[in-house]
């Protein structure tokens, strides 16, 4: 299994990105997706998750701006982030894991301007 993240960059405060995650393989539609990020020398922390039923859940600190979803059908996973903070400012991971499986994207950088 490979997760493929794309869509970090620049935006500036208040503005908005989406984050894609695409995956290879079949465990796709039986796996909970999950968007975490990691600040500079800290661990990573979750932002968001999507179980196959779509049962979903947000740190506080992005809740009510950033919206987790997934297509099956494209086996992707997104992240679309709205009002962003410089605060937001970290290295973002997908994340794919089942009863025995825990697979982990390339980061995508994601840098909020003041």
């Known amino acids: 299994v490979q997760l493929q993240a794309s869509g970090g960059g620049l935006v500036q405060a208040g503005g908005s990105l989406r984050l894609s995650c695409a995956a290879s393989g079949s465990r796709f539609s039986f796996s909970t997706m999950g968007w975490y990020r990691q600040f500079p020398g800290k661990q990573r922390e979750l932002v968001a998750n999507i179980t196959p039923g779509g049962f979903i859940s947000y740190a506080d600190s992005v809740r009510g701006r950033f919206t987790i979803s997934r297509e099956n059908t494209k086996k992707t996973a997104y992240l679309q982030m709205n009002s962003l903070k410089p605060e937001d400012t970290a290295v973002y991971y997908c994340?794919?894991?089942?009863?025995?499986?825990?697979?982990w994207g390339q980061g995508a950088l994601v840098t909020v301007s003041s």
């Open positions: 994340n794919m894991k089942g009863g025995s499986w825990r697979y």
